[in-house]
């Protein structure tokens, strides 16, 4: 059974630092992966999305890749901001085409 | 741009009382999905649908029952409300095959 696990659950660091968010799941045997973002209290928007035959993906200052033999996924956020608070979801969908998410990293910039 | 709506964004329901979720898609996909979010549960999945009248049960179908007559609109239905069924409710939306998922705002239940 597909389990999905983001760690940690919880980062804060300060304006300005380039961090990095991991995604981890156990079969490898995925479509593709989609990372979202959720402010408190609203849905999820989504991102990127990685196909398994992708390596990354990037939208501005977001980079996403994809080691699908290792279950692994990480979320590269440049330059961070304090608007870059929010929590972030990684969700894979599986070749029986079910999704399958994570619980998040609940991420605070400091100004 | 996709857009995914949700009925409401808040409701206060009593215990016993049937209340309706309604989702509205407008970019013509084929997949639809209700979830429930809960601190440390992350989300579950209740039920979906891949085409018009057709359903199929998630992880977390008890007690709920979903009907989509049209293609753009997928409706949850709890029978009986039940303080356990207070939660965030998330829809969501696809096209058919390996594409994004795309969420609505939610609906924050509240039955007392």
């Known amino acids: 059974k597909q389990e999905v696990t983001q760690i940690p659950a919880a980062l804060s660091v300060p304006e300005g630092e380039n961090l990095v968010l991991n995604c981890s799941f156990t079969?490898?045997?995925?479509?593709?992966l989609q990372w979202f973002r959720q402010d408190p209290g609203k849905g999820l928007t989504s991102l990127l999305l990685?196909?398994?035959?992708?390596r990354e993906q990037t939208s501005g200052r977001l980079n996403a890749s994809l080691d699908k033999s290792s279950g692994r996924s990480t979320l590269y956020i440049a330059a961070s901001q304090p608007g870059d608070s929010a929590t972030y979801l990684c969700?894979?969908?599986?070749?029986?085409?079910?999704?399958?998410f994570g619980k998040g990293t609940r991420l605070h910039i400091l100004p | 741009d996709v857009k995914v709506t949700q009925s409401s964004r808040y409701l206060v329901k009593r215990t016993g009382e049937k209340v309706f979720l309604e989702c509205v898609q407008d970019?013509?996909?084929?997949?639809m999905f209700w979830y429930r979010q809960d601190p440390g549960l992350g989300l579950r999945l209740i039920y979906f649908?891949?085409?018009?009248?057709?359903?199929e049960k998630g992880d977390i179908p008890e007690g709920y029952s979903v009907s989509r007559e049209k293609k753009e609109r997928f409706s949850l239905i709890l029978e009986s409300a039940s303080t356990n069924q207070t939660s965030m409710y998330l829809c969501?939306?696809?096209?058919?095959?390996?594409?994004?998922?795309?969420f609505g705002p939610g609906t924050r239940l509240t039955v007392t």
């Open positions: 969501a939306s696809k096209s058919r095959g390996r594409n994004e998922q795309y």
């Open positions: 079969d490898s045997a995925i479509y593709n």
């Open positions: 990685i196909q398994s035959s992708q």
């Open positions: 969700a894979v969908m599986n070749r029986d085409d079910k999704i399958i």
């Open positions: 970019m013509d996909h084929e997949n």
């Open positions: 649908s891949y085409d018009v009248k057709m359903k």
